[in-house]
C-alpha cells in the first residue's frame, strides 16, 4: 500500500528531544507538528512544533518552527 500522509489530526508528537522524523504507523505519516503551539502572544514557542514541509520524491522533510528556524526531519 502506497504511504497516506494525514495532518490536522492531533497525535502524539514525534518530534521530540531524540527524534527527528514523522510519526508513522503502517503506511500512515502523520505530519501534524503541530504549529499552533510554535509561539504564543508574539513570543517565541516551543522550537519542536512548527510547520512541517515534506517531498515525496525524496521521502525527507524540513521543520518550521516559531522562531523562523528550519531543520531537516525524517
Known amino acids: 500500500?502506497?504511504?497516506t500522509y494525514v495532518g490536522h489530526t492531533i497525535?502524539?508528537?514525534a518530534f521530540?528531544?531524540?527524534q527527528n522524523e514523522p510519526l508513522?504507523?503502517?503506511?500512515?505519516?502523520f505530519?501534524?507538528?503541530e504549529v499552533f503551539?510554535?509561539?504564543?502572544?508574539?513570543q517565541d514557542g516551543?522550537?519542536?512544533?512548527?510547520l512541517t514541509l515534506w517531498c515525496h520524491t525524496e521521502n525527507r522533510?524540513?521543520?518550521l518552527n516559531g522562531a523562523n528556524n528550519i531543520r531537516e526531519i525524517g
Request: no cysteine; proline share 9%; net charge neutral.
Open 61 to 63: 522533510g524540513w521543520l
Open 24 to 29: 508513522r504507523m503502517e503506511s500512515h505519516a
Open 46 to 50: 516551543d522550537p519542536r512544533y512548527g
Open 16 to 18: 521530540g528531544p531524540g
Open 37 to 42: 503551539k510554535a509561539a504564543k502572544d508574539g
Open 1 to 3: 500500500m502506497s504511504t
Open 11 to 13: 497525535m502524539p508528537t
Open 31 to 33: 505530519l501534524d507538528s
